[in-house]
């Protein structure tokens, strides 16, 4: 191996710093690393990782970078939905991760919008999280609606954060529950700006809490949700070629 091999690959060997459960079924993964590459990323954009196994390095696998860019750890939030995703939580502080990055073009541009509305199902929030501790971050005063589909509330991560968020950024939450038979109760009067439907996601929920066709819209989730959202979008007066979309795939 030469020399200049040898410093690539150094630079793309990161550390775990530590793991945190968000829920019961998603964790955030905090990385260390020398790649100046990421010191310039732009929120919104993912990772290609690649973790240790009794064979030696996994495949690669793509997660968003859920940490603002100004964050000088990586963060990635994951949700355990197979072998490779079931193994985060048991990653201890020092083992080393191959990470790759970073990549994606997903928000690129999202600062100099002055109305923005994100539609997330499930994980499918992570870039958007980024995008919000950008803001937050930075100060930032675009107005932001972000619809977020969950079964339930319980799979809704980060809340005390997004809480907070609402204060500092304006910005609303609208949870759109599916399995959930009475949401009214989750209404609060200190968080006004978190708001609560039951049901998918719909036309007349985007247009009754403010979402206008001259916005900027980004959509992030599972393929079915994002094509159920896209029509719900086109029936709004939404030209869906216009809707910048994130498009995930990766192995389980």
């Given at each position: 191996?030469?020399t200049t091999e040898a410093?690539?690959?150094?630079?793309?060997?990161?550390?775990?710093?530590?793991?945190?459960?968000?829920?019961?079924?998603?964790?955030?993964?905090?990385?260390?690393?020398?790649?100046?590459?990421?010191?310039?990323?732009?929120?919104?954009?993912?990772?290609?990782?690649?973790?240790?196994?009794?064979?030696?390095?996994?495949?690669?696998?793509?997660?968003?970078?859920?940490?603002?860019?100004?964050?000088?750890?990586?963060?990635?939030?994951?949700?355990?939905?197979?072998?490779?995703?079931?193994?985060?939580?048991?990653?201890?502080?020092?083992?080393?991760?191959?990470?790759?990055?970073?990549?994606?073009?997903?928000?690129?541009?999202?600062?100099?919008?002055?109305?923005?509305?994100?539609?997330?199902?499930?994980?499918?929030?992570?870039?958007?999280?980024?995008?919000?501790?950008?803001?937050?971050?930075?100060?930032?005063?675009?107005?932001?609606?972000?619809?977020?589909?969950?079964?339930?509330?319980?799979?809704?991560?980060?809340?005390?954060?997004?809480?907070?968020?609402?204060?500092?950024?304006?910005?609303?939450?609208?949870?759109?529950?599916?399995?959930?038979?009475?949401?009214?109760?989750?209404?609060?009067?200190?968080?006004?700006?978190?708001?609560?439907?039951?049901?998918?996601?719909?036309a007349d929920t985007l247009?009754?809490?403010?979402?206008?066709?001259?916005?900027?819209?980004?959509?992030?989730?599972?393929?079915?949700?994002?094509?159920?959202?896209?029509?719900?979008?086109e029936a709004l007066g939404?030209?869906?070629?216009?809707?910048?979309?994130?498009?995930?795939?990766?192995?389980?």
């Open positions: 191996m030469t410093g690539k690959e150094e630079k793309n060997i990161w550390k775990v710093v530590r793991v945190v459960p968000e829920n019961h079924d998603v964790n955030s993964v905090f990385l260390e690393g020398a790649d100046e590459k990421f010191s310039v990323r732009r929120a919104g954009q993912f990772a290609s990782i690649r973790i240790p196994g009794p064979d030696g390095w996994s495949e690669p696998h793509p997660f968003t970078i859920s940490a603002a860019p100004e964050d000088s750890l990586l963060r990635l939030t994951i949700k355990k939905e197979g072998a490779f995703t079931s193994a985060i939580p048991d990653l201890k502080p020092g083992t080393s991760v191959k990470v790759m990055g970073p990549l994606g073009v997903f928000c690129k541009g999202i600062d100099e919008k002055p109305e923005i509305v994100m539609i997330a199902g499930g994980v499918g929030v992570t870039p958007f999280l980024s995008v919000l501790r950008h803001f937050r971050n930075g100060k930032a005063r675009n107005r932001v609606l972000l619809f977020w589909g969950n079964k339930t509330l319980s799979d809704a991560f980060c809340r005390d954060e997004i809480r907070e968020m609402t204060r500092d950024l304006d910005l609303t939450v609208i949870h759109c529950l599916s399995r959930e038979d009475d949401v009214g109760g989750y209404f609060d009067g200190q968080a006004p700006q978190l708001l609560y439907e039951k049901g998918r996601l719909s247009k009754r809490h403010g979402a206008t066709r001259e916005a900027a819209f980004y959509l992030c989730g599972p393929p079915p949700m994002m094509e159920s959202a896209l029509k719900e979008l939404v030209d869906p070629a216009t809707v910048e979309e994130e498009r995930f795939i990766w192995k389980k």
